[in-house]
């Protein structure tokens, strides 16, 4: 069966070479004039690879890689920009969305068959993976224990990249899965009316994320963003719910990673309606200390995280940082924050 490729291109005559090229190679082409119409092509066909212009009417070419990261069914499929732009700027916005790769125009007939053929082949080499994956699965069931089975499907499933800065989810959207993190940090926030945030948990490897909404088969209830670069594991929906229902120790570890999940969130409510300012900030430190603290580095945040984190204004959250310093509680050089004395901290008084 030939492989389907969606060109989105609202240059006419781009579009008709590229399709030219495609038809000659026996794929078989859908077109789109516009990233509106693409759009709504690559959920209606899921296309084995989409070539997307980036500078087009209606919907950009970020836009449709956006949408269309939004949907289950159009997520993985291998996206290519096609650009007259070469600003690094413009392609590492692109990268950071989750494209696959970038072609600048004019490219030749032989460049765009190389990178097609690059992607799909990644594409196919994934697919059997996790085919095989999910035949081993299938006779692992009967002869592990749960936990060791859900290890093994975890380290079946290719980590993802995260650049920093770049959001792994948003509040609002429906669950995918669940994401473990194998590396970095993931900061997660809830906005208020007034459009400040309030950061409603910090994340780093060995911790998942999105527990609530995937168990609760509901939105999720905040924004997921990476505050370095990270690596995450995606665990379809589909795959957990099997091990959940197959295996009650499963279910009880995510159950009770939720309920320490709504328990912090609880204690947090509690200290921002009660603590003053330098309770409040004494807690977030002593929170992060216990969470990133490394031994000889301190760990590094920046001063908009903490006072997200601690519900503050970043003027305050300086002032309170200095005069922590010069009490000689901690030790602030630029985003890196060491803590010094811990017990200090932990009884300031409200």
């Known amino acids: 069966m030939n492989k389907k490729i969606l060109i989105i291109e609202d240059h006419d005559e781009i579009r008709a070479s590229v399709v030219e090229i495609l038809e000659m190679a026996t794929y078989t082409v859908i077109e789109a004039e516009n990233g509106k119409i693409g759009t709504e092509m690559a959920i209606k066909h899921l296309p084995d690879l989409i070539l ?26 291998p996206f290519i920009f096609l650009t007259a732009k070469a600003e690094h700027t413009d392609l590492r916005k692109g990268m950071e969305l989750g494209a696959d790769d970038y072609l600048i125009k004019p490219f030749d007939g032989l460049e765009l068959l190389n990178a097609i053929d690059i992607r799909l082949r990644k594409k196919m080499i994934k697919e059997q993976h996790q085919q095989t994956i999910k035949e081993e699965f299938k006779v692992m069931v009967a002869k592990t ?34 994401y473990l993190i194998t590396s970095g940090k993931i900061k997660t926030i809830k906005l208020s009316q007034d459009g400040r945030e309030l950061m409603t948990g910090m ?9 609530s909404a995937i168990l609760t088969n509901s939105p999720y209830t905040d924004t997921a963003t990476a505050i370095e670069d990270s690596q995450l594991c995606l665990i379809p929906m ?5 091990m959940l229902g197959l295996y009650p120790e499963v279910a009880r570890k995510f159950i009770r990673l939720l309920s320490h999940d709504n328990q912090e969130k609880e204690e947090q409510l509690l200290q921002l309606a009660y603590h003053s300012v330098r309770k409040k900030m004494a807690s977030t430190l002593i929170k992060l200390h216990q969470q990133l603290n490394d031994k000889l580095t301190g760990f590094s945040i920046t001063r908009e995280d903490l006072a997200a984190m601690a519900c503050m ?11 922590f310093r010069d009490e000689k509680l901690i030790e602030r050089l ?17």
């Open 52 to 77: 997307c212009d980036i500078m087009m009417p209606e919907l950009d070419g970020y836009g449709v890689l956006y949408m269309l990261n939004k949907h289950t069914e159009t997520a993985n499929i």
């Open 334 to 350: 630029g985003t890196n924050i060491t803590v010094l004395n811990f017990e200090g901290l932990s009884k300031m008084k409200n």
């Open 313 to 323: 204004a970043t003027e305050t959250v300086s002032r309170t940082l200095t005069d």
């Open 145 to 178: 224990d749960g936990l060791a089975a859900f290890k093994t499907i975890v380290n079946g499933h290719k980590t993802r990249d995260f650049k920093k800065n770049r959001v792994i989810y948003y509040e609002g959207d429906q669950g995918k899965g669940l």
């Open 203 to 211: 994340y780093t490897a060995g911790d998942y994320i999105g527990i």
């Open 238 to 242: 589909e795959e957990l719910e099997t």
